[in-house]
């Protein structure tokens, strides 16, 4: 016969990472996509955290049935869900960079669903997000976000202490970036755009004669295909510096939740590459 004690630690071992991994499952690209059932995500979750429970850190003992329990469960939950956060900002970064080249070629009125979120988007956002994946994929980019949820278990051990409030603070400044990433990401295209449009604009002022809406629109959106083609090259060094820079962020924010927690002392990393 099992004692109390012993089926708690059994089933504790397994069902606190299990909610740490599957909550990272369930909003990280790739594995959170609409395209991936739900049974898959939890299956591959059960299936790492069989793989890692060897060498997980002493896991705590407590009820189940317990405000504890209940504690360290959202704890888990919130941890998880912040590092697939962080890495679908990343992913975001490209879906904004193809909105914004879009509307300023004109191709803001093609729409199309996407597969990884299933909200409406533009063809180039969702081009670009295709990229992004293939790029996140060949890079093994999903592997390394495995590597760093079972880091994650040292670095912030499972416990009644989670996220700080340094550590939220750092997640929503990077979030900022988002916006000025996407946005330096397309200038040169953007700049090249506006040059066709004063162009077209100085013609229609030479020729009255010439309707820069029947003519104009065409060339640019020609002119827009030529551009994203000729800077495509240039994505994949910008890709692999916003995936150092967010897993980098995931490590911050954990390392400097557990100095925040007094029974939980930071664990030095020596940083990310991809």
Do not use: C
Not at 119 to 136: D, H, I, P, R, S
Not at 184 to 203: D, E, H, K, R, Y
């Amino acid at each position: 016969m099992f004692s109390t004690a012993e089926i708690t630690a059994f089933a504790g071992s397994f069902i606190w990472p299990f909610i740490r991994i599957s909550a990272m499952m369930l909003t990280a690209p790739v594995f959170s996509a609409q395209s991936v059932p739900v049974k898959v995500r939890i299956a591959a979750a059960a299936a790492v955290t069989m793989v890692v429970i060897p060498v997980l850190p002493p896991l705590p003992l407590v009820d189940f049935i317990s405000g504890d329990a209940l504690l360290i469960a959202i704890h888990q939950v919130i941890i998880g869900a912040i590092m697939g956060f962080a890495l679908q900002l990343a992913f975001n970064i490209f879906v904004m960079s193809g909105h914004i080249l879009a509307m300023q070629a004109g191709l803001g009125f093609s729409m199309m669903n996407s597969p990884q979120d299933g909200v409406q988007v533009t063809v180039v956002g969702q081009l670009y997000l295709m990229l992004a994946t293939l790029l996140y994929l060949a890079l093994d980019g999903h592997l390394i976000l495995i590597r760093e949820i079972l880091n994650s278990f040292n670095t912030l051990p499972i416990g009644s202490s989670g996220i700080s409030t340094t550590g939220y603070w750092m997640l929503i400044s990077w979030s900022s970036k988002m916006f000025l990433s996407a946005v330096m990401m397309v200038l040169p295209a953007i700049t090249a755009l506006l040059m066709v449009n004063v162009s077209f604009g100085v013609m229609s002022k030479a020729s009255p004669q010439l309707n820069p809406f029947s003519v104009g629109f065409l060339i640019t959106i020609i002119f827009a295909f030529a551009i994203i083609y000729i800077t495509m090259p240039s994505l994949l060094p910008y890709f692999k510096q916003i995936m150092t820079d967010i897993f980098q962020l995931m490590q911050n924010i954990l390392e400097h939740s557990a100095a925040a927690n007094s029974s939980s002392p930071a664990v030095s990393s020596s940083g990310v590459k991809i």
